[in-house]
């Protein structure tokens, strides 16, 4: 079975600075996908980017950016020039790439940003 | 074209009556999956539906717990005789068919959050 870890319970990051949040996961699996979602307090999951697993390549979405390192199994969300509006609970998340859409979370990071 | 709607959006029950919970998927998505969210952890997965068919229930409770998603209507998660053990935030997702370009994305409602007194 698939598990996804993210060490940081909590991140403290100042307005307009860079911030990292680390994801790593164990699967024996060599195709798949990587997800990183944001929770405000709203309780919405929103998805902030997706990475395939084949693709070298890190995926980037405006000011969120990944580091996807596939052999180390190490999948790192940074945010530039963060804002106010990013605060919220971070869930980086595995599927695998066969059948069905199951999505295996970690236990998040909650993100505060400080004006 | 509408999201996932969940409904309610918060549920009060006392010990042993019944909760159930509604999802309607986005427009065209033929796949729902619910999920289970406790006070400061993840979400985890609970099953995996299609029309008429449950496909996964490995994250299912064998007891309390049944869910249904039938050719007409929404979905519905049904939990029996609750415990304050199932007081938590419930998730549904929704995605398309295998085959759409975005089939591997999941589309999640509001949720809902059951409190058991």
């Known amino acids: 079975a698939q598990t996804v870890t993210q060490s940081q319970p909590e991140m403290s990051v100042q307005e307009a600075e860079t911030v990292t949040l680390s994801c790593t996961y164990d699967t024996s699996e060599s195709d798949y996908y990587l997800f990183w979602y944001k929770q405000p307090p709203s309780r919405q999951m929103i998805l902030v980017i997706r990475?395939?697993?084949?693709?070298?390549q890190n995926a980037t979405e405006n000011r969120f950016s990944v580091n996807f390192q596939k052999a180390a199994k190490s999948f790192s969300l940074k945010i530039s020039d963060s804002q106010l509006g990013d605060a919220a609970m971070y869930f980086c998340?595995?599927?695998?790439?066969?059948?069905?859409?199951?999505?295996?979370f970690g236990g998040g990071t909650r993100l505060m940003v400080k004006p | 074209n509408a999201g996932v709607m969940q409904n309610p959006r918060h549920l009060v029950r006392r010990r042993g009556q019944e909760a159930r919970l509604r999802c309607s998927p986005m427009?065209?998505?033929?796949?729902v999956y619910w999920y289970r969210q406790l006070p400061e952890e993840g979400l985890k997965f609970m099953v995996y539906l299609q029309k008429e068919n449950i496909i996964d229930e490995s994250g299912m409770p064998k007891e309390r717990f049944s869910a249904e998603f039938p050719k007409e209507g929404p979905s519905i998660l049904r939990i029996q005789q609750v415990v304050r053990g199932d007081s938590a935030a419930y998730f549904c997702a929704s995605s398309p068919v295998i085959g759409d370009i975005r089939h591997t994305e999941a589309f999640f409602g509001q949720g809902t959050r059951l409190t058991v007194v």
């Open positions: 427009k065209g998505h033929s796949h």
């Open positions: 990475q395939e697993a084949y693709k070298q």
């Open positions: 998340a595995y599927r695998s790439a066969g059948w069905g859409n199951m999505l295996t």
